[in-house]
């Protein structure tokens, strides 16, 4: 049977180097690489060694994905939640729906173009 992992997940911003900042001080990323993107936008992979986010926005000739619509919500693990917090609200965005329950505890947020993300510490 095949094993894997989740390697990357490409999201649509309106502002890459704002988004690619944001997830290098809440996450301790780096970036890995930017560059144009096949269709014409430009994108920013920030991540570690085996994974990451691809930050990318298109250019003004290129229409918006729908098809991200069924997404709810992508999950980062931190080992500070109360840190990775002030790193939200230093940004200006709201974390809500805190929550304390097995196996972690954890808040969310909207970033500046609608996409929730879920932070989880297990420590």
């Known amino acids: ?11 649509t911003v309106s502002d890459p180097d704002r988004s690619s900042a944001l997830f290098q001080r809440l996450c301790g990323w780096h970036e890995r690489w930017r560059g144009p993107s096949q269709l014409g936008g430009w994108t920013i992979h920030v991540g570690n060694e085996r994974d990451y ?10 229409p918006r994905f729908a098809k991200g619509q069924p997404l709810n919500h992508v999950g980062l693990v931190v080992d500070d939640l109360d840190s990775a917090e002030a790193v939200v609200k230093d940004a200006g965005l ?19 173009d609608g996409i929730e993300f879920e932070v989880v510490s297990y420590a």
């Open 1 to 11: 049977m095949p094993t894997g992992f989740l390697e990357h997940v490409n999201i």
């Open 53 to 62: 986010l691809a930050i990318y926005t298109h250019s003004s000739q290129v």
């Open 94 to 112: 709201v974390s809500f729906n805190h929550a304390d329950y097995e196996p972690g505890r954890r808040f969310y947020f909207f970033d500046w």
